[in-house]
């Protein structure tokens, strides 16, 4: 599998994958993961290429695992943030991209408030343009670091091999606001799990289930109820409640405390979910709101796992998008 041609030239959402390009990533991330674990982090498959980091959102875990992961491939990276771009000095999105290409770039990671902004510079650009998340539209490598801690932490999925058929995962958050929901319904939906999509009706966006494409009422569903997301749910995923999306509007709930009381995980809620079940977070958490302390901290919780796949999965999408096809993980 990883050694099949990767049919796609950049990675601008979940959407265009199918269960086989998924596949692929998740285990080429396996073979990458493995790098980290050694004395010395760096293999030179990516040597001489070069990755431009441009971020206009805030970012703390997607840019630093994308900075790692190009220089564990011996990438030459570079950083940019939108308040230090000249964009703030008034020059278009396209003009900033046509300027980074005239440095030749292989590919170029961009996290963008404007859902559709990648997908913009694939179009009128030559390097690969890999989606750190745009906007409330998409974040596939979210998704993608997500599907592989569940294959590598769950116990079902460790004993199918890393198969996630018939795991039931319950998203539970401000899905009006995101893009980690949106990814992730696709990606697990296609890897043949069954998803749970809970929040208060003030944070579901109009037509749910649609905005994830070809996903079928057999394999999601979206409840108001924590309990309904919970009961039997074998995964966890809780989602932050993005209050930067919603300056100047009318609240969506009465506050904070009404909002921890029936959406927030804690050690009584959980306890609905089975027993085996893996609980987690793309960060950054809201600590005592969505995720009670003692549960992000306990035994259940996989989020510091989820943070280091994040770096072998962003390897593998460099490694397929970036020219490193050839030279092996091991080398
Ligand atoms: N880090 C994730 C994102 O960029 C989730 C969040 O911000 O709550 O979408």
């Known amino acids: ?149 569940i294959r590598r932490h769950h116990p079902k999925a460790i004993a199918a091999g890393g198969d996630l058929r018939g795991l039931e995962v319950a998203i539970v958050g401000d899905l009006a606001h995101s893009r980690v929901a949106r990814s992730n319904l696709l990606c697990l939906t296609r890897l043949g799990a069954r998803v749970r999509l809970c929040a208060p009706w003030t944070l579901q966006p109009l037509g749910l289930l649609r905005l994830g494409g070809d996903v079928t009422a057999e394999a999601a569903r979206v409840c108001t109820r924590l309990d309904d997301a919970l009961d039997g749910a074998d995964v966890v995923m809780m989602l932050r409640v993005q209050g930067e999306r919603t300056i100047g509007e009318a609240p969506r709930f009465p506050n904070t405390r009404e909002y921890s009381r029936y959406y927030g995980l804690s050690a009584r809620t959980l306890a609905r979910a089975r027993p085996d079940a893996i609980v987690m977070h793309p960060g950054p958490i809201n600590r005592g709101v969505e995720l009670a302390p003692d549960v992000a901290d306990g035994p259940r919780a996989v989020i510091l796992d989820q943070v280091a796949w994040g770096v072998a999965v962003r390897m593998a999408v460099l490694y397929l998008l970036a020219g490193g096809r050839g030279s092996e993980p091991s080398a």
């Open 1 to 149: 599998m990883a050694d099949r041609a990767f049919p796609h030239r950049h990675l601008l959402g979940i959407e265009p994958l199918d269960a086989d390009d998924l596949r692929q990533i998740l285990d080429l991330a396996t073979a990458f993961f493995e790098v980290g674990e050694r004395p010395i982090k760096k293999v030179p498959t990516l040597r001489g290429r070069t990755v431009i980091n441009l971020f206009f959102e805030s970012s703390t875990r997607t840019r630093t695992s994308f900075e790692l992961a190009a220089k564990r491939l011996s990438a030459d990276a570079v950083n940019i943030s939108g308040s230090s771009s000249s964009t703030t000095k008034g020059e278009t999105l396209l003009d900033t991209a046509a300027n980074l290409m005239a440095m030749a770039p292989d590919a170029i990671v961009v996290r963008h408030a404007f859902a559709g902004a990648p997908h913009q510079m694939a179009r009128h650009i030559d390097a690969a343009i890999i989606n750190a998340g745009d906007g409330q539209h998409e974040h596939p490598t979210q998704a993608l670091l997500d599907a592989a801690t």
